[in-house]
Antibody, heavy 121, light 108 residues
Framework: EVQLEESGGGLVQPGGSLRLSCAAS????????MSWVRQAPGRGLEWVAN????????YSVDSVKGRFSISRDNAKNSLYLQMNSLRAEDTAVYYC??????????????WGRGILVTVSS | SYVLTQPPSVSVAPGQTARVTCGGN??????VHWYQQKPGQAPLLVIY???DRPSGIPERFSGSNSGNTATLTIIRVEAGDEADYYC???????????FGGGTKLTVL
């Protein structure tokens, strides 16, 4: 079965760090771009970061630049998000998603169930 | 950066047609993708490239895109279609994906 499963979420104090993981299965992980997308409580979807198949290119939204780092281990079929200097506004469900180019556009064609990150003292 | 505008809510009776709009400057020049998110669940791609349906998505779901508005249309709406719907484009100027704010579809 094709799936993505996130882990590593939880409660962390402001200024703290957390590392999210995403385990991929059922497809050739190393041939896809991957992403993290988050959703704050009661809010909409917000793209967080992307990484190329071989990890050589990473992009992120301005609000997390310098604090969050996306990486991957193709040998382990895993995607990661290292989150440092966490703020209350980073509280959200974080989704791992497969990022696919379609003609002149990009879309998210496979999503994990999501993992909750709560930043609070 | 590019902004997508969706109405916060749309209500429709069962069996009727629901239309969810997504507004953006010359959005007709971009490819629009639509996601369905039911409570407590991950988003699911229901329309891509304006009007194509992934395998497994009912034919009741369709999409269109022209001018400054893209539209997701659901005919013969069922109770199970009640969900939040998000449009998404790729913004070439920032090289980033952008989501609309989402529309809550309520089946009366």
């Amino acid at each position: 079965e094709v799936q993505l499963e996130e882990s590593g979420g939880g409660l962390v104090q402001p200024g703290g760090s957390l590392r999210l993981s995403c385990a991929a299965s059922g497809f050739t992980f190393s041939t896809y771009w991957m992403s993290w997308v988050r959703q704050a409580p009661g809010r909409g979807l917000e793209w967080v970061a992307n990484i190329k198949q071989d990890g050589s290119e990473q992009y992120s939204v301005d609000s997390v630049k310098g604090r969050f780092s996306i990486s991957r281990d193709n040998a382990k079929n895993s995607l990661y998000l290292q989150m440092n200097s966490l703020r209350a506004e980073d509280t959200a469900v974080y989704y791992c998603a497969r990022y696919q180019r379609w003609e002149t556009s990009w879309l998210f064609d496979l999503w994990g169930r999501g993992i909750l990150v709560t930043v609070s003292s | 950066s590019y902004v997508l505008t969706q109405p916060p809510s749309v209500s429709v009776a069962p069996g009727q047609t629901a239309r969810v709009t997504c507004g953006g400057n010359n959005i007709g020049d971009k490819s629009v993708h639509w996601y369905q998110q039911k409570p407590g669940q991950a988003p699911l791609l229901v329309i891509y490239y304006d009007s194509d349906r992934p395998s497994g998505i009912p034919e009741r779901f369709s999409g269109s895109n022209s001018g400054n508005t893209a539209t997701l249309t659901i005919i013969r709406v069922e109770a199970g279609d009640e969900a939040d719907y998000y449009c998404q484009v790729w913004d070439s100027s920032s090289d980033h994906p952008v989501f609309g704010g989402g529309t809550k579809l309520t089946v009366l």
